[in-house]
């Protein structure tokens, strides 16, 4: 299956307009994968993120407190709302993500380099979502220019 990404309308795939707005509007990040491992890719984008304006909310089944965040083992434990779910697991493990980000009602979901799944994307489309796979908010925001 491959996904329309027509932009410009809620739940598109990869727009341009729809990755410059989330890297550049403040808004609430889960984090999902984010542990105290410095060696991790979650773990320096978190903090770009958080250098860009962003709340992140590190969420890891052992609930760590990341760059002074408090973390929750569960996207459903996180408490208040969430902008964007940013998911830094393994593809096979990236579709539960995404229906609990749809569930809460998360308004876009952030799918890291290398972490693919067209039905879970199709699904958060399907349910308004913005989706962005296969990208990362580090690699994007260079090339947007964003400096924090």
């Known amino acids: 299956m491959t996904i329309d990404s027509t932009p ?14 989330l890297l550049t509007t403040p808004g609430r990040w889960a984090v999902v994968g984010l542990s105290t491992n ?3 890719a979650a773990y320096g984008v978190a903090h770009l993120l958080q250098a860009l304006g962003m ?10 407190v990341v760059h002074g965040a408090t973390g929750y083992a569960t996207l459903e434990d996180a ?8 998911v830094f697991v393994n593809s096979s493990l990236a579709g539960a993500v995404v229906d609990d980000a749809i569930a809460r009602g998360a308004r876009a979901v952030w799918l890291q380099l290398d972490v693919v799944d067209e039905a879970a994307a199709g699904r ?19 090339r947007l220019g964003l400096r924090p």
């Open 8 to 21: 410009g309308t809620p739940g598109t795939l990869n727009d341009p307009d729809v990755i410059r707005t």
């Open 38 to 40: 410095t060696a991790r």
């Open 79 to 86: 408490p208040g709302e969430v902008d964007v779910v940013d």
């Open 124 to 142: 958060a489309r399907a349910a308004g979502l913005d989706v962005v796979m296969d990208r990362c908010p580090a690699i994007e925001a260079g």
């Open 55 to 64: 709340e992140i909310v590190p969420v890891h089944p052992s609930a760590p």
